[in-house]
């Protein structure tokens, strides 16, 4: 499902240029959970950018899906993503003057789906991750483990292949962190491609393999 090969990439910052990625080649099958673990600065960051679509790579290619996306324009990405990945970020990105069910309903708006199908997609999602009963509450009547429940409803109610997940644990308590990992296990059970982007060797250890990733190169990889 996702093939990068020889993914080179550089930014320039001042008079420095930095090589963030340095001819990284990753394979995830369909239905994998894998975790890309690596400090500040290895270029996890670089490299979730160009799996989820939100950059293209100097040098190398990216196939997803067998398409190769490395060479598409920004519209063409923006299609790519809105149809194939769903994104959980750290600090969940919610807005807050939406009510849960209306921030899963926005990317459908997005998309243009009509609106029977998006509220059906949209309650849905939210059931599935057990807030059937917080559609009309506010990100600030939620608790930390529910808002990121909410932004993992967002990123399923597309019906993504590909779940990609930045330090998604990052603003959790332990407790909360857990059940989190444990819906991600369950979606990745039911045939949802999961990335998981962490620094946490404890979290990178939940997922079925693992890449280690150091100065814009892979340095380590295995299975759990």
Do not use: W
Not at 92 to 115: C, D, Q, S, W
Not at 175 to 188: C, D, I, T, Y
């Amino acid at each position: 499902m996702i093939r990068l090969e020889n993914i080179v990439k550089t930014y320039q910052m001042g008079e420095e240029i930095v090589h963030a990625l340095q001819g990284v080649s990753l394979h995830v099958p369909a239905g994998d959970m894998i975790a890309v673990i690596g400090p500040s600065g290895s270029g996890k960051s670089t490299l979730m950018n160009m799996i989820g679509c939100l950059d293209v790579p100097d040098e190398g290619q990216y196939l997803l899906d067998g398409q190769a996306v490395d060479c598409l324009d920004e519209d063409e990405l923006a299609q790519v993503r809105n149809r194939k990945i769903g994104f959980i970020f750290q600090q969940f990105n919610l807005l807050p003057k939406l009510t849960a069910f209306e921030n899963v309903e926005l990317p459908l708006i997005y998309r243009g789906m009509p609106p029977r199908e998006r509220r059906e997609k949209a309650e849905a999602a939210l059931h599935r991750v057990g807030l059937g009963d917080r559609l009309k509450h506010k990100p600030t009547q939620l608790s930390g483990g529910q808002q990121q429940r909410v932004a993992v409803a967002r990123a399923l109610a597309g019906d993504p292949p590909i779940i990609l997940a930045d330090e998604p644990t990052g603003a959790l308590d332990s407790k909360s962190g857990e059940v989190f990992m444990q819906a991600l296990r369950e979606l990745n059970e039911s045939g949802i491609t999961i990335v998981l982007i962490t620094h946490d060797m404890h979290i990178a250890q939940q997922a079925r393999h693992f890449v280690s990733i150091r100065d814009g190169l892979i340095v380590d990889r295995g299975v759990n």
